[in-house]
């Protein structure tokens, strides 16, 4: 998926910033810090249109990107991977289903 290749350097940006936002930061906080860090001001271009989520859970980022009317998640990605880790199925909920502890445990 053609999204895939931005959502990789879009964790990476996130996955610097989880570190020194506070842990109940969510998605623009998140994102506009991931934005200012990398330097990049194109870096949420390509997601633009999409409802994209972000959020910290045990001292990693979570990236949520759903379809345009916000009703169907698409990929799923924590950051302590390097591929975005889940391509929803048509019809799955816009709701976070990664169980962040086992995917950044799996060497």
């Known amino acids: 998926m053609e999204l895939d290749n931005y959502m990789i350097p879009l964790a990476k940006a996130v996955d610097v910033v989880v570190d020194e936002l506070p842990p109940d930061a969510k998605d623009q906080e998140i ?10 001001p194109g870096l949420l271009k390509p997601f633009n249109g999409y409802v994209l989520k972000a959020r910290i859970e045990d001292g990693f ?7 345009k009317d916000g009703k169907e998640g698409i990929i799923e990605d924590v950051t302590c991977t390097t591929r975005p880790d889940t391509h929803r199925p048509s019809g ?3 709701n976070y289903l990664l169980d962040v502890k086992r995917v950044c445990s799996t060497p």
Do not use: T
Not at 31 to 40: E, H, I, P
Not at 61 to 67: D, V
């Open 92 to 94: 799955s909920p816009c």
């Open 31 to 40: 994102f506009s810090a991931a934005v200012v860090r990398s330097g990049d």
């Open 61 to 67: 980022g979570i990236i949520l990107l759903c379809s």
